[in-house]
T-cell receptor, first 112, second 115 residues
Framework: AQSVTQLGSHVSVSEGALVLLRCNYS??????LFWYVQYPNQGLQLLLK??????LVKGINGFEAEFKKSETSFHLTKPSAHMSDAAEYFC??????????FGQGTELSVKP | GEEVAQTPKHLVRGEGQKAKLYCAPI?????VFWYQQVLKNEFKFLIS????????ETGMPKERFSAKCLPNSPCSLEIQATKLEDSAVYFC?????????????FGDGTRLSIL
């Protein structure tokens, strides 16, 4: 069975600092991995995805993630945080049929 | 349309009443997914459709929950005899293909409150 674990339910950074949100997955087959962001009272917006090919994936709003098979990780990073990045972030793995299995979410706070 | 449209945004029902939620997928998308978000963080997959056919219903509670996607109509999720524990935000998502590599586009959700 597939699963996702996000380390840290809440991360706080200063504006301009590095953002690092951690995600580890468990999958018996090559995984499809996603990061989504959720702003208050809104749905999920896709940040980036890994399917095959290059392990460093670039997404929207300056975010990127690196797929590391040996560590079963797919951590999300951004070099410099903006106030507008404050939101809930979800890592997810997809099964063959497209069903998404989500992590518990990480709330990112950005301090001025 | 270019967005997944969910209606209503909010729905309040008394315990034991019926609740019906609607979802219009992005035009041209043939796969629809329903998820339940409880307590802000926990997402649970309910059911998926390929056009009007059930594709995966492994997350669907056996009793009280049903869903349909009929041609030329919004998809719907119906809960009979609602319980307090059904209070959640229900999200619909659509994708052009059902393969796991395809990203899903989410609507803004329907917040269901059971009193």
């Amino acid at each position: 069975a597939q699963s996702v674990t996000q380390l840290g339910s809440h991360v706080s950074v200063s504006e301009g600092a590095l953002v690092l949100l951690r995600c580890n997955y468990s999958s018996s087959v090559p995984p499809y991995l996603f990061w989504y962001v959720q702003y208050p009272n809104q749905g999920l917006q896709l940040l980036l995805k890994y399917t095959t090919g290059a392990t460093l994936v670039k997404g929207i709003n300056g975010f990127e993630a690196e797929f590391k098979k040996s560590e079963t990780s797919f951590h999300l990073t951004k070099p410099s945080a903006h106030m507008s990045d404050a939101a809930e972030y979800f890592c997810a793995v997809s099964d063959w049929g497209g069903k998404l299995i989500f992590g518990q979410g990480t709330e990112l706070s950005v301090k001025p | 349309g270019e967005e997944v449209a969910q209606t209503p945004k909010h729905l309040v029902r008394g315990e034991g009443q019926k609740a019906k939620l609607y979802c219009a997928p992005i035009k041209g998308h043939s796969y629809v997914f329903w998820y339940q978000q409880v307590l802000k963080n926990e997402f649970k997959f309910l059911i998926s459709f390929q056009n009007e056919n059930v594709f995966d219903e492994t997350g669907m509670p056996k009793e009280r929950f049903s869903a349909k996607c009929l041609p030329n109509s919004p998809c719907s999720l119906e809960i009979q005899a609602t319980k307090l524990e059904d209070s959640a935000v229900y999200f619909c998502a659509s994708s052009a293909e059902g393969a796991g590599s395809q990203p899903q586009h989410f609507g803004d959700g329907t917040r269901l409150s059971i009193l």
